[in-house]
Structures are given as structure tokens and as C-alpha cells.
């Protein structure tokens, strides 16, 4: 396991201890493992904030992939046709863990933009709240 892997990964061990609804020996071991990690991987907090930023990633662009795949009809001209949006997420998807923090930034920027001139669209509201969500639940902030 890479340095960039075992961050994403410590991120997700402290989601999972953090979470109310987590069983307190599961959460106990999750901390353990991600104090282990960290140590074993010499990881400073900056490298922690990006496994954070690039946890977010993937839990957002994994629940916009769900978002698509209910809503094939998206009209034209929202963010473009269904199947225009499902290649971009497969696009992002796609993207190094190198780049995803870069990336998130950058998608959250859209959608916030997007939001501003058309936030009374159902579609664009309904990402805004996926990726407010996703950064939220990820302890990022943006």
C-alpha cells in the first residue's frame, strides 16, 4: 500500500470510528488501524487531508454514478444528456489518486457555479446536496 493509498484509507477508518451508529469495538479497531497506518506510513496531517479530499472523491462521484443511473431522462442542456453525464463521471472515475483532490475542488466549483445560475433546477439542486453531502461526511471542507 502506497502513502496516498493508506490516507484515503485512514480517512475512511475515521469516518467509520466516528460514526455514532458504529459499534464501539469496531470503531475502537478502526482507530487502531488507522493510528497503525499512519505510523507505518510516516503520514503527516497535510497527507491525512488528502486521503480526506480524495475519500470525498470517490464517495461523491460514486453517488452522482447512482444519481445518473436513476435519472436517464436528464434533459438537454442541465449538464447535457444522460449518457454526456455518465461519461464525464466515467471520466472521473478514471482519475489518478494524485489528482482527485485537485479534481474535487474543481468539481465542487462547478457545481456550486452551476447551482448559483440555476439552482431552482431539480437536478442541479439535487447534486448540490450530493456533493454538500459527500464533502460534509468526509470532514472536507471546500
Known amino acids: 500500500m502506497n502513502k496516498d493509498a ?5 480517512a475512511k477508518l475515521r469516518r467509520i ?5 458504529t459499534n464501539p ?4 479497531n478502526a482507530r487502531k488501524t ?9 503520514l503527516t496531517q497535510d497527507d491525512l487531508d ?19 443511473s436513476k435519472n436517464p431522462n436528464m434533459p438537454v ?13 466515467g471520466k472521473l472515475r478514471q482519475t489518478t489518486d494524485t489528482n482527485k483532490a485537485t479534481r ?3 468539481v465542487v466549483t462547478f457545481v456550486r457555479t452551476a447551482s448559483l445560475f440555476v439552482g431552482d433546477n431539480r437536478y442541479v439542486s439535487e447534486i448540490k446536496t450530493i456533493t ?7 470532514g472536507v471542507t471546500i
Open 77 to 89: 442542456g442541465i449538464f447535457g444528456a444522460e449518457k454526456i453525464v455518465s461519461g464525464v463521471v
Open 25 to 28: 469495538s469496531e470503531a475502537a
Open 34 to 42: 488507522a493510528e497503525r497506518l499512519a505510523k507505518e506510513h510516516n
Open 6 to 10: 493508506a490516507a484515503e484509507k485512514i
Open 50 to 68: 488528502i486521503g480526506k479530499m480524495c475519500s470525498a472523491y470517490d464517495d461523491l462521484v460514486g453517488k452522482i454514478e447512482q444519481f445518473v
Open 132 to 138: 454538500e453531502t459527500a464533502l460534509r461526511n468526509n
Open 104 to 106: 474535487l475542488r474543481t
Open 17 to 21: 470510528s466516528d460514526d455514532p451508529r
